[in-house]
């Protein structure tokens, strides 16, 4: 029994990935295409060159953003499903700083980071406090914000901040932009490494990050044991927010450069994935990010490949994701503990 | 008199624990069937099995003689068995009449048809005495109406046989008097009743059966003419007086703690204080004794400051408690094995050794660097030596703690608890589904502790429990303490009474 | 402001209210019954693909409407069985559900008509004054007769849900699985069951929702075509207080703030639109925050009904 709990939650994962696999090579075979061919160039496409995968890791980036923020505050049990309005709060005040304030070079660069972050943190407050005061479900809160912000984001690039004729904001100047580090991938992706490397050893080696995780697990016994409980409700939301904002000042600075409609869309919900995804282990989600923006960059060389289209890709990650939270739900039913203990019994006695 | 129902050899387990172990029961047509046992004894898991919530281990239910196969609260009410749950299962947002038509099947249309429903209704209210207001919410109304609403919920589907899960709990007397009117009415009418209860005065009056559970097994069955409530109390509690193999103290130290005239809503009876005064001193365990439910568990959430007082004052080691939360009484060296080990005590997904850390991680032994900086070999060399010191079986200490046994759950927590040297320990429930082994072990810490000059403040409704441990034995009753005996020689009788609320 | 402005402002909130009403109504149903659905969005857009594919098929928008309704069934029993059965938690599952049913849309779209293909188009489902030859600019003969068959349908369902939540057996039995399932169980009443009727209704509510944008409102598929309603209509079951009348009031004031930003968007007008467009989101959040979390809902939202428990 020891060691059982664990490896279901590494076998989960990659028995989902398994079968969404299965099923995506049927409708590939379905729509007339070779698997195999279509595999070997979705790898290609997401690994086969050196900038091939800077790219996956500059498509990964703000996922990981996105993915630690919900892992974070997931780990202190509260559900932040607003890390979409929260990418983009940061990214908002970034485009700011970084067009209109005639700010350039590092300067901007680490101010623009920062109040990201802090707008983030703000606005993932908003749900914090009504969870804390007021009792109030966090989840649907944070969804409503993530409009909020978006319709926010809308007003910004159709309105305030809009530059020329087509609804967009100003790019950020050249000497503002991270700086590249290999192919696309920019200094934005080490910063979002950093910071998975400080979640992760926040969480496991200080005992504030102790306690934050014991408060997750179990709110009445941190509680009886004394740890001030809404503090680390409140904060786990201030934090997963300002990464979430920090991201968002990242993206703009790295790779978007401006605001325009569809800016960050989906990233909200696809980080609370690939954090379940993950297990919530900060380490584990960024691969997983890793993992989901190698599918998206690499269907696009499948496409070309085999004509099928990018988006069997997106029905690959969508799989994974129904078949991983389905079967985490299914290990923790009581009938199908006994079930597995009954197994072991049966082994024991053989 | 004919036989309505019989249940042989009932046995319900959950996980590893057995909550009902090969139990019999035979209930007559047109009697009054009282259930007798203390708190965790099987009563309630037995009539859960009978209505159909849960599905026995082992075991058959006859009805009228016929093998009947209950899977589910439909099946039970379709046979004739109506329940009213210890918690009333009512529906908050509901009417009144909402909630006893609730799941109606005897009646045709798709419509409710209010008129006729409530005329129904009221005829039935009339017959049993069950006055009610059909058109008000269910929270606007009080506990002892909303029990004449499950009451109804049963009858109104044709209930043979209704079950009462301690239902003069939370009744006035005069309540009470009402309630068994109509079971009389019901006994008349020729249909049974299944009284669960632990109060010796009421089962004394109205059984007309009684049968005695304990440990989860049935003890016997007894005519009420032909017993008295001191043979049914010696059954209940099982007590052969065996004198405690600890040395009572009778003189304490100064005192740890002193609760004067504490106040927590005070006008529930069972969940509540009711000026309270109470004083733990040092090196000497004191017992509250009583049945579950009158007020115990708030008294141990104030003195481990989980719940603030509305009156009355609380002294620690001499002054004043001016902010109740658990850290501050954790810093005043208060320790705490709470009632549920499981809600409270322990986070099951951790492992073993950081539940053992769990308080302590800030701790300079632990961490370095205002706890930044978790020393995790100083952790882990601490665990395995409290798991030695403590004998906690585990595969090992990364073992998440939901997969141990309850007695090694329960000592982890006693070990995180203990290593504190604490000034206090409140101990609620300690020894709850051990076994002998686990529990003496507890017992040895807990007197260890005494003598190491700690006080001990240990609530348990295990009576026997009790009288082993304890130094002073204080009784409380629907949130008062009813009376100080002596742990030394206790007068058994006296404390009994008391327990009953004289 | 002239008179004409405010009558189309009118009638065209009716317009923007009837998706919400079908896509509200299917949350409606899934909270009464414990189940807090966050994915109406995604269920809409499969609803909205299917309707739109299958009356590009057939030429018929009704025929796309029936099976629209049935996609929505068809994924949403992922959810209800995620769930209900393996005891999921509900809201993350909701989400994978809008992950999930709007890459199958987009999927579908792609895999039928190509990728970058011309705009495929169909056409929309006739009004009752059309069919019956009425011509007329009489405002109350556009708001009663100009209306496809789905706006009845949809003042229709919103009368039955009334009637069937506060007076018929059913209904009351329906609510108490979602207020306190183990009170209803010991009533005899299938907990369980309940639940997955709930699920079916509620998909092939959502699915008509989806499915009206393409049959009726648009002649024209887009990804994302849901934008947002799915999130709107679950802003309405809390801002109309969990009542089917309630929901109806603020699925026309939604509909109404909708209408409204369009005109603003037309015009031209110096106020950002999107101002108005953040209403819903926003009542939501202060009508939650004003009402508390006691009063939020059905008591047994969100929590996992299981059979056996100590």
Same mark, same amino acid.
């Given at each position: 029994?020891?060691?059982?709990?664990?490896?279901?939650?590494?076998? /989960?994962?990659?028995?989902?990935?398994?079968?969404?696999?299965?099923?995506?090579?049927?409708?590939?075979?379905?729509?007339?295409?070779?698997?195999?061919?279509?595999?070997?160039?979705?790898?290609?496409?997401?690994?086969?060159?050196?900038?091939?995968?800077?790219?996956?890791?500059?498509?990964?980036?703000?996922?990981?953003?996105?993915?630690?923020?919900?892992?974070?505050?997931?780990?202190?049990?509260?559900?932040?499903?607003?890390?979409?309005?929260?990418?983009?709060?940061?990214?908002?005040?970034?485009?700011?700083?970084?067009?209109?304030?005639?700010?350039?070079?590092?300067?901007?660069?680490?101010?623009?980071?920062?109040?990201?972050?802090?707008?983030?943190?703000?606005?993932?407050?908003?749900?914090?406090?009504?969870?804390?005061?007021?009792?109030?479900?966090?989840?649907?809160?944070?969804?409503?914000?993530?409009? /909020?912000?978006?319709?926010?984001?809308?007003?910004?690039?159709?309105?305030?901040?809009?530059?020329?004729?087509?609804?967009?904001?100003?790019?950020?100047?050249?000497?503002?932009?991270?700086?590249?580090?290999?192919?696309?991938?920019?200094?934005?992706?080490?910063?979002?490494?950093?910071?998975?490397?400080?979640?992760?050893?926040?969480?496991?080696?200080?005992?504030?990050?102790?306690?934050?995780?014991?408060?997750?697990?179990?709110?009445?016994?941190?509680?009886?044991?004394?740890?001030?409980?809404?503090?680390?409700?409140?904060?786990?939301?201030?934090?997963?927010?300002?990464?979430?904002?920090?991201?968002?000042?990242?993206?703009?600075?790295?790779?978007?450069?401006?605001?325009?409609?569809?800016?960050?869309?989906?990233?909200?919900?696809?980080?609370?994935?690939?954090?379940?995804?993950?297990?919530?282990?900060?380490?584990?989600?960024?691969?997983?990010?890793?993992?989901?923006?190698?599918?998206?960059?690499?269907?696009?060389?499948?496409?070309?490949?085999?004509?099928?289209?990018?988006?069997?890709?997106?029905?690959?990650?969508?799989?994974?994701? /129904?078949?991983?939270?389905?079967?985490?739900?299914? /290990?923790?039913?009581?009938?199908?503990?006994?079930?597995?203990?009954?197994?072991?019994?049966?082994?024991?006695?053989? | 008199?004919?036989?309505?129902?019989?249940?042989?050899?009932?046995?319900?387990?959950?996980?590893?624990?057995?909550?009902?172990?090969?139990?019999?029961?035979?209930? @007559?047509?047109?009697?009054?069937?009282?259930?007798? %046992?203390? &708190?965790?004894?099987?009563?309630?898991?037995?009539?859960?099995?009978?209505?159909?919530?849960?599905?026995?281990?082992?075991?058959?239910?006859?009805?009228?003689?016929?093998?009947?196969?209950?899977?589910?609260?439909?099946?039970?009410? @379709?046979?004739?068995?109506?329940?009213?749950?210890?918690?009333?299962?009512?529906?908050?947002?509901?009417?009144?009449?909402? &909630?006893?038509?609730?799941?109606?099947?005897?009646?045709?249309?798709?419509?409710?048809?209010?008129?006729?429903?409530?005329?129904?209704?009221?005829?039935?209210?009339?017959?049993?005495?069950?006055?009610?207001?059909?058109?008000?919410?269910?929270?606007?109304?009080?506990?002892?109406?909303?029990?004449?609403?499950?009451?109804?919920?049963?009858?109104?589907?044709?209930?043979?046989?209704?079950?009462?899960?301690?239902?003069?709990?939370?009744?006035?007397?005069?309540?009470?008097?009402?309630?068994?009117?109509?079971?009389?009415?019901?006994?008349?009418?020729?249909?049974?009743?299944?009284?669960?209860?632990?109060?010796?005065?009421?089962?004394?009056?109205?059984?007309? @059966?009684?049968?005695?559970?304990?440990?989860?097994?049935?003890?016997?069955?007894?005519?009420?003419?032909?017993?008295?409530?001191?043979?049914?109390?010696?059954?209940?509690?099982?007590?052969?007086?065996?004198?405690?193999?600890?040395?009572?103290?009778?003189?304490?130290?100064?005192?740890?703690?002193?609760?004067?005239?504490?106040?927590?809503?005070?006008?529930?009876?069972? &969940?509540?204080?009711?000026?309270?005064?109470?004083?733990?001193?040092?090196?000497?365990?004191?017992?509250?004794?009583?049945?579950?439910?009158?007020?115990?568990?708030?008294?141990?959430?104030?003195?481990?400051?989980?719940?603030?007082?509305?009156?009355?004052?609380?002294?620690?080691?001499?002054?004043?408690?001016?902010?109740?939360?658990?850290? %501050?009484?954790?810093?005043?060296?208060?320790?705490?094995?709470?009632?549920?080990? &499981?809600?409270?005590?322990?986070?099951?997904?951790?492992?073993?050794?950081?539940?053992?850390?769990?308080?302590?991680?800030?701790?300079?032994?632990?961490?370095?660097?205002?706890?930044?900086?978790?020393?995790?070999?100083?952790?882990?060399?601490?665990?395995?030596?409290?798991?030695?010191?403590?004998?906690?079986?585990?595969?090992?200490?990364?073992?998440?703690?939901?997969?141990?046994?309850? %007695?090694?759950?329960?000592?982890?927590?006693?070990? @995180?608890?203990?290593?504190?040297?604490?000034?206090?320990?409140?101990?609620?429930?300690?020894?709850?589904?051990?076994?002998?082994?686990?529990?003496?072990?507890?017992?040895?810490?807990?007197?260890?502790?005494?003598?190491?000059?700690?006080?001990?403040?240990?609530?348990?409704?295990?009576?026997?429990?009790?009288?082993?441990?304890?130094?002073?034995?204080?009784?409380?009753?629907?949130?008062?303490?009813?009376?100080?005996?002596?742990?030394?020689?206790?007068?058994?009788?006296?404390?009994?009474?008391?327990?009953?609320?004289? | 402001?002239?008179?004409?402005?405010?009558?189309?402002?009118? =009638?065209?909130?009716?317009?923007?209210?009837?998706?919400?009403?079908?896509?509200?109504?299917?949350?409606?149903?899934?909270?009464?019954?414990?189940?807090?659905?966050?994915?109406?969005?995604?269920?809409? +857009?499969?609803?909205?693909?299917?309707?739109?594919?299958?009356?590009?098929?057939?030429?018929?928008?009704?025929?796309?409407?029936?099976?629209? +309704?049935?996609?929505?069934?068809?994924?949403?029993?992922?959810?209800?069985?995620?769930?209900?059965?393996?005891? +999921?938690?509900?809201?993350?599952?909701?989400?994978?559900?809008?992950?999930?049913?709007?890459?199958?849309?987009?999927?579908?779209?792609?895999?039928?008509?190509?990728?970058?293909?011309?705009?495929?188009?169909?056409? =929309?489902?006739?009004? =009752?004054?059309?069919?019956?030859?009425?011509?007329?600019?009489?405002?109350?003969?556009?708001?009663?007769?100009?209306?496809?068959?789905?706006?009845?349908?949809?003042?229709?369902?919103?009368?039955?849900?009334? !009637?069937?939540?506060?007076?018929?057996?059913?209904?009351?039995?329906?609510?108490?699985?979602?207020?306190?399932?183990?009170?209803?169980?010991?009533?005899?009443?299938?907990?369980?069951?309940?639940?997955?009727?709930?699920?079916?209704?509620?998909?092939?509510?959502?699915?008509?929702?989806?499915?009206?944008?393409?049959?009726?409102?648009?002649?024209?598929?887009?990804?994302?075509?849901?934008?947002?309603?799915?999130?709107?209509?679950?802003?309405?079951?809390?801002?109309?207080?969990?009542?089917?009348?309630? !929901?109806?009031?603020?699925?026309?004031?939604?509909?109404?703030?909708?209408?409204?930003?369009?005109?603003?968007?037309?015009?031209?007008?110096?106020?950002?639109?999107?101002?108005?467009?953040?209403?819903?989101?926003?009542?939501?959040?202060?009508?939650?925050?004003?009402?508390?979390?006691?009063?939020?809902?059905?008591?047994?939202?969100?929590?996992?009904?299981?059979?056996?428990?100590?």
């Amino acid at each position: 029994m020891k060691h059982s709990g664990k490896l279901i939650s590494v076998l /989960v994962p990659l028995v989902s990935v398994m079968m969404a696999f299965v099923i995506g090579c049927a409708i590939i075979a379905i729509l007339g295409a070779s698997p195999v061919t279509a595999l070997q160039a979705l790898w290609t496409g997401a690994f086969g060159t050196a900038r091939n995968i800077s790219t996956t890791l500059s498509r990964a980036t703000p996922l990981i953003f996105t993915s630690l923020c919900a892992c974070f505050a997931y780990r202190c049990g509260v559900f932040n499903l607003g890390g979409e309005g929260q990418f983009m709060m940061g990214s908002i005040i970034c485009c700011y700083i970084a067009t209109r304030t005639g700010l350039t070079g590092l300067p901007a660069i680490l101010l623009c980071l920062l109040a990201g972050a802090v707008f983030g943190g703000l606005w993932a407050m908003i749900p914090g406090i009504l969870k804390v005061f007021r009792g109030q479900n966090e989840m649907i809160i944070s969804i409503m914000l993530n409009y /909020v912000a978006s319709l926010f984001m809308s007003v910004i690039y159709t309105n305030w901040l809009r530059d020329g004729t087509v609804p967009q904001t100003a790019a950020v100047p050249d000497e503002t932009r991270l700086t590249r580090i290999f192919g696309r991938a920019t200094t934005g992706f080490l910063i979002a490494l950093v910071v998975g490397a400080l979640i992760y050893y926040f969480l496991f080696n200080t005992s504030m990050g102790f306690q934050l995780r014991a408060v997750g697990l179990n709110m009445t016994t941190a509680e009886y044991n004394g740890f001030a409980v809404k503090k680390y409700i409140l904060l786990s939301f201030i934090v997963s927010g300002a990464i979430a904002g920090l991201g968002g000042s990242a993206e703009l600075l790295g790779t978007q450069y401006r605001l325009i409609s569809g800016f960050a869309s989906g990233y909200g919900f696809d980080g609370v994935a690939m954090a379940l995804i993950g297990q919530l282990h900060p380490l584990a989600t960024m691969a997983v990010a890793i993992f989901f923006a190698a599918l998206r960059v690499g269907s696009t060389a499948m496409q070309t490949a085999t004509g099928v289209p990018t988006s069997v890709s997106d029905i690959i990650q969508a799989l994974v994701i /129904v078949f991983t939270v389905a079967g985490l739900a299914m /290990v923790k039913l009581p009938s199908f503990k006994t079930a597995l203990a009954r197994l072991h019994m049966k082994k024991e006695a053989a | 008199m004919e036989e309505l129902l019989r249940m042989e050899h009932i046995t319900k387990r959950f996980g590893d624990v057995y909550a009902n172990r090969d139990i019999d029961l035979e209930v @007559r047509k047109g009697e009054v069937h009282t259930l007798l %046992g203390e &708190n965790g004894a099987g009563k309630s898991t037995l009539m859960n099995v009978l209505f159909g919530l849960y599905q026995p281990t082992e075991g058959s239910i006859y009805l009228r003689g016929q093998k009947v196969r209950i899977d589910s609260p439909a099946q039970a009410v @379709r046979l004739g068995i109506g329940m009213v749950h210890q918690h009333f299962m009512l529906v908050e947002a509901m009417t009144v009449f909402e &909630n006893i038509i609730l799941g109606d099947k005897n009646t045709k249309g798709i419509f409710i048809d209010k008129e006729a429903r409530k005329k129904e209704i009221v005829e039935l209210s009339e017959r049993y005495g069950l006055d009610v207001e059909l058109d008000k919410p269910v929270t606007e109304i009080a506990v002892g109406a909303q029990q004449r609403v499950e009451i109804l919920k049963a009858l109104y589907r044709g209930a043979e046989l209704l079950v009462l899960d301690e239902p003069s709990a939370a009744l006035t007397d005069l309540e009470v008097e009402g309630l068994f009117r109509m079971m009389g009415k019901l006994k008349e009418e020729g249909k049974s009743v299944i009284f669960i209860s632990h109060k010796m005065r009421e089962v004394m009056r109205i059984s007309d @059966r009684i049968t005695i559970l304990r440990d989860g097994r049935t003890i016997r069955t007894l005519d009420r003419e032909a017993t008295t409530g001191e043979e049914l109390a010696d059954l209940m509690i099982g007590r052969e007086l065996v004198p405690s193999q600890y040395v009572k103290v009778e003189q304490a130290g100064e005192p740890v703690i002193a609760l004067r005239e504490v106040d927590y809503h005070k006008t529930s009876k069972h &969940n509540g204080l009711n000026g309270v005064t109470l004083t733990v001193g040092r090196g000497e365990v004191v017992g509250i004794a009583g049945v579950d439910g009158n007020g115990q568990s708030q008294l141990a959430q104030v003195v481990t400051g989980v719940i603030a007082p509305d009156a009355g004052s609380v002294d620690m080691k001499g002054s004043t408690v001016a902010q109740f939360t658990p850290n %501050g009484f954790i810093l005043e060296n208060v320790s705490h094995i709470p009632e549920d080990r &499981n809600k409270m005590g322990l986070v099951g997904d951790m492992s073993v050794k950081d539940n053992i850390v769990l308080k302590a991680t800030g701790d300079p032994r632990f961490s370095a660097a205002k706890g930044f900086f978790l020393k995790k070999k100083a952790i882990r060399d601490h665990a395995l030596a409290i798991q030695k010191k403590y004998d906690i079986r585990c595969a090992s200490i990364d073992q998440e703690a939901r997969n141990l046994s309850g %007695g090694n759950q329960q000592k982890i927590i006693l070990a @995180r608890e203990m290593e504190s040297q604490p000034d206090l320990l409140v101990a609620v429930h300690p020894t709850r589904g051990l076994d002998i082994g686990a529990a003496s072990f507890i017992h040895d810490v807990m007197i260890e502790a005494r003598d190491r000059g700690c006080g001990v403040l240990l609530i348990s409704a295990d009576f026997d429990e009790i009288l082993e441990v304890s130094d002073r034995i204080v009784v409380m009753f629907e949130g008062q303490v009813m009376g100080e005996f002596s742990g030394k020689e206790p007068p058994i009788d006296q404390i009994s009474l008391a327990m009953a609320g004289k | 402001m002239d008179m004409t402005f405010v009558t189309n402002l009118l =009638l065209a909130s009716v317009h923007m209210a009837t998706p919400l009403i079908f896509l509200a109504l299917a949350e409606l149903y899934s909270q009464r019954a414990g189940l807090v659905h966050i994915g109406i969005e995604g269920l809409a +857009a499969i609803g909205s693909l299917t309707g739109f594919l299958v009356s590009y098929i057939s030429g018929s928008p009704m025929t796309g409407m029936f099976l629209g +309704a049935l996609m929505g069934i068809l994924v949403n029993m992922i959810y209800a069985y995620a769930t209900i059965t393996l005891c +999921a938690e509900q809201t993350v599952y909701g989400m994978i559900i809008n992950i999930f049913a709007l890459a199958l849309a987009s999927f579908i779209y792609r895999v039928y008509f190509g990728a970058g293909a011309s705009l495929a188009q169909v056409n =929309l489902m006739s009004t =009752l004054s059309s069919a019956l030859g009425i011509t007329s600019d009489n405002f109350f003969v556009e708001l009663l007769l100009d209306q496809t068959l789905m706006v009845y349908l949809a003042y229709g369902l919103v009368l039955f849900t009334a !009637v069937y939540f506060n007076k018929t057996k059913s209904g009351l039995n329906y609510k108490a699985v979602g207020e306190y399932p183990k009170a209803a169980a010991t009533l005899g009443i299938n907990v369980i069951g309940v639940k997955y009727v709930a699920s079916i209704i509620c998909g092939a509510l959502a699915g008509m929702g989806g499915a009206y944008l393409t049959t009726c409102y648009s002649t024209t598929y887009v990804d994302g075509n849901v934008a947002g309603r799915g999130f709107i209509a679950l802003a309405a079951v809390i801002f109309g207080r969990w009542s089917a009348g309630g !929901v109806l009031l603020a699925c026309l004031f939604f509909g109404f703030c909708d209408a409204l930003q369009i005109r603003l968007q037309i015009s031209g007008s110096s106020m950002p639109y999107q101002f108005f467009q953040m209403i819903p989101y926003i009542a939501t959040v202060a009508v939650l925050t004003l009402i508390g979390a006691k009063k939020a809902g059905p008591k047994g939202a969100g929590k996992p009904y299981r059979k056996e428990e100590r």
